[in-house]
């Protein structure tokens, strides 16, 4: 697919403000798309969007479709008569800087469980309606989705490997009697679920009226503890247990002498070309269903990744097996037409991987803060950047930029100041103009970076268990002085939104 020369800001909506303990979909997200418009810029980016459990991770989800409850806006519900100002309004009060996902988890769930009872007793016609619509629209994982949420729950929160024999390999006997006892707790899901994307579409339709598109993430791993493993075990490497009996990641390098071991279940890619991909086409048409540009993380694997056997201590002890390749990515564009896709192509890439990634003509990332260390011919330096690619300053899993700069050596300080011709004391804006103007299609930035903040604000440390995804934007940040900052940029490095024919036709005719 072909995209047009534009910019963009990474914010996960967690991050945004809101009185609520962590940013939602509320008032605050149409704010923010209103700073984004204001700024010239025409992306707005999102980490992946679905319900996330131990350690937060929104790449660690219970499901590849659906929706995350946390990020309901209780203030929206309260505009569908589904709780009162009151009962939002508790006297509880959250950090602004940061979410803490322990106080704001069950606070959450225990006001998606009132406006659920008011919603089976006192919900409108139009609202019941637009349940059911939602339910028959979703019926392809809506159901298996919302029965392992009510398992789980009913189970402790345990992983399902945990469940009964019976339940864990889904015996027709005790599905149907799982389901008569948790039928309420089954429909509770399937609430979140509606509220989810009712408030997510509508705000995805306020970022359409103002010209700005959101670029999605798919994962390339799922987790293990999610209700596509349980339902459709067949498409993994499981034991008779539902263990998986390989386990994802990558092998030693630069960076980790062990390598990284992510401990996902990994597909059994053999049966996945014999049901045509059915389930990775799912995927995508709900992704897309839901944003207008996917970028695919660890865009390697789908031509070769790394195995590991269960049960290994770290990730040295592996093997690299084929991906797909090819043949996905056509069945997927016969299905779906051409790919909005952001190939991540970050790490070790292999001519392979490269070969893939050019074949459907997918851009792929730079970045530019790793750019500074290899000399003049390092690829993520801008003047070696190529049209179609995608570059960021950082990203979610990175420094900040000024946490790279406080935690380099002098000779990488150095190289940069030499090459950028500055002297290192507005470093976060430095890396911001280089990468805006590069010839990559296009430019994107952690909103962290714009504010200028050290690692303190980072999102994400790979490989740690706790502490990660908290970091919450000020409310006074989205001003127009730094819109005004950004705009330029866009203005000068020719990012912004085109003028119409008419609007060029008459400023030609104001100047004659």
Same mark, same amino acid.
């Given at each position: 697919?072909?995209?047009?020369?534009?910019?963009?800001?990474?914010?996960?909506?967690?991050?945004?403000?809101?009185?609520?303990?962590?940013?939602?979909?509320?008032?605050?997200?149409?704010?923010?798309?209103?700073?984004?418009?204001?700024?010239?810029?025409?992306?707005?980016?999102?980490?992946?969007?679905?319900?996330?459990?131990?350690?937060?991770?929104?790449?660690?989800?219970?499901?590849?479709?659906?929706?995350?409850?946390? $990020?309901?806006?209780? %203030? +929206? *519900?309260?505009? #569908?008569?589904?709780?009162? !100002?009151?009962?939002?309004?508790?006297?509880?009060?959250?950090?602004?800087?940061?979410?803490?996902?322990?106080?704001?988890?069950?606070?959450?769930?225990?006001?998606?469980?009132?406006?659920?009872?008011?919603?089976?007793?006192?919900?409108?016609?139009?609202?019941?309606?637009?349940?059911?619509?939602?339910?028959?629209?979703?019926?392809?994982?809506?159901?298996?989705?919302?029965?392992?949420?009510?398992?789980?729950?009913?189970?402790?929160?345990?992983?399902?490997?945990?469940?009964?024999?019976?339940?864990?390999?889904?015996?027709?006997?005790? $599905?149907?009697?799982? %389901? +008569? *006892?948790?039928? #309420?707790?089954?429909?509770? !899901?399937?609430?979140?679920?509606?509220?989810?994307?009712?408030?997510?579409?509508?705000?995805?339709?306020?970022?359409?009226?103002?010209?700005?598109?959101?670029?999605?993430?798919?994962?390339?791993?799922?987790?293990?503890?999610?209700?596509?493993?349980?339902?459709?075990?067949?498409?993994?490497?499981?034991?008779?247990?539902?263990?998986?009996?390989?386990?994802?990641?990558?092998?030693?390098?630069?960076?980790?002498?062990?390598?990284?071991?992510?401990?996902?279940?990994?597909?059994?890619?053999?049966?996945?070309?014999?049901?045509?991909?059915?389930?990775?086409?799912?995927?995508?048409?709900?992704?897309?269903?839901?944003?207008?540009?996917?970028?695919?993380?660890?865009?390697?694997?789908?031509?070769?990744?790394?195995?590991?056997?269960?049960?290994?201590?770290?990730?040295?002890?592996?093997?690299?097996?084929?991906?797909?390749?090819?043949?996905?990515?056509?069945?997927?564009?016969?299905?779906?037409?051409?790919?909005?896709?952001?190939?991540?192509?970050?790490?070790?890439?292999?001519?392979?991987?490269?070969?893939?990634?050019?074949?459907?003509?997918?851009?792929?990332?730079?970045?530019?803060?790793?750019?500074?260390?290899?000399?003049?011919?390092?690829?993520?330096?801008?003047?070696?950047?190529?049209?179609?690619?995608?570059?960021?300053?950082?990203?979610?899993?990175?420094?900040?930029?000024?946490?790279?700069?406080?935690?380099?050596?002098?000779?990488?300080?150095?190289?940069?100041?030499?090459?950028?011709?500055?002297?290192?004391?507005?470093?976060?804006?430095?890396?911001?103009?280089?990468?805006?103007?590069?010839?990559?299609?296009?430019?994107?930035?952690?909103?962290?970076?714009?504010?200028?903040?050290?690692?303190?604000?980072?999102?994400?440390?790979?490989?740690?268990?706790?502490?990660?995804?908290?970091?919450?934007?000020?409310?006074?940040?989205?001003?127009?002085?730094?819109?005004?900052?950004?705009?330029?940029?866009?203005?000068?490095?020719?990012?912004?939104?085109?003028?119409?024919?008419?609007?060029?036709?008459?400023?030609?005719?104001?100047?004659?």
């Amino acid at each position: 697919m072909k995209f047009e020369r534009s910019s963009g800001i990474l914010l996960h909506p967690t991050s945004l403000p809101s009185p609520y303990g962590i940013g939602d979909l509320g008032k605050e997200a149409y704010r923010w798309l209103d700073f984004l418009a204001e700024t010239g810029c025409r992306l707005w980016q999102v980490l992946p969007l679905g319900p996330t459990g131990y350690g937060d991770s929104p790449y660690q989800c219970f499901s590849a479709f659906a929706g995350n409850p946390y $990020l309901i806006s209780p %203030a +929206a *519900l309260v505009e #569908d008569g589904l709780l009162t !100002q009151a009962e939002i309004d508790s006297g509880r009060r959250f950090p602004t800087s940061y979410v803490d996902f322990g106080e704001v988890i069950p606070w959450k769930l225990d006001i998606l469980g009132r406006a659920y009872q008011r919603f089976t007793q006192s919900a409108s016609a139009a609202l019941r309606q637009a349940f059911e619509e939602f339910q028959h629209q979703q019926a392809a994982w809506l159901p298996d989705f919302a029965f392992f949420m009510a398992l789980k729950e009913y189970h402790g929160g345990g992983s399902w490997v945990s469940w009964s024999p019976d339940l864990r390999k889904r015996k027709k006997k005790a $599905l149907k009697e799982a %389901a +008569a *006892l948790l039928a #309420d707790a089954i429909q509770q !899901q399937v609430f979140r679920q509606f509220i989810f994307f009712r408030q997510w579409n509508a705000l995805r339709d306020y970022a359409h009226s103002l010209n700005i598109q959101i670029i999605g993430d798919i994962p390339y791993v799922i987790a293990h503890d999610s209700a596509d493993v349980w339902a459709h075990p067949e498409l993994f490497y499981l034991d008779k247990n539902g263990n998986p009996t390989v386990v994802a990641g990558v092998p030693p390098d630069y960076f980790s002498a062990t390598g990284q071991l992510w401990g996902n279940p990994l597909y059994n890619w053999s049966v996945h070309k014999e049901n045509g991909y059915a389930w990775w086409v799912a995927r995508f048409r709900a992704i897309l269903d839901m944003v207008d540009i996917v970028r695919l993380d660890h865009f390697r694997g789908f031509a070769g990744y790394w195995e590991v056997p269960a049960g290994m201590p770290t990730a040295e002890k592996g093997r690299w097996a084929p991906g797909p390749g090819a043949d996905l990515f056509h069945t997927l564009e016969k299905e779906l037409g051409d790919l909005p896709i952001i190939a991540e192509d970050l790490g070790v890439i292999t001519e392979d991987v490269v070969a893939l990634r050019e074949k459907f003509n997918l851009p792929g990332m730079r970045i530019v803060q790793f750019a500074f260390a290899g000399g003049p011919r390092d690829p993520f330096l801008p003047h070696n950047h190529e049209k179609n690619s995608v570059v960021y300053t950082g990203t979610h899993d990175n420094d900040t930029v000024l946490g790279w700069y406080q935690r380099v050596d002098e000779n990488e300080r150095s190289f940069y100041r030499r090459y950028m011709g500055r002297d290192g004391s507005d470093v976060s804006w430095d890396l911001i103009r280089a990468t805006w103007s590069s010839v990559a299609v296009f430019a994107l930035a952690p909103m962290q970076d714009f504010l200028s903040l050290d690692n303190q604000a980072r999102m994400n440390y790979p490989g740690r268990q706790s502490g990660n995804w908290s970091w919450r934007m000020p409310a006074h940040a989205m001003n127009s002085s730094l819109a005004g900052r950004i705009r330029e940029f866009n203005y000068l490095y020719d990012r912004e939104k085109p003028k119409s024919e008419p609007e060029n036709a008459q400023a030609a005719k104001e100047a004659q």
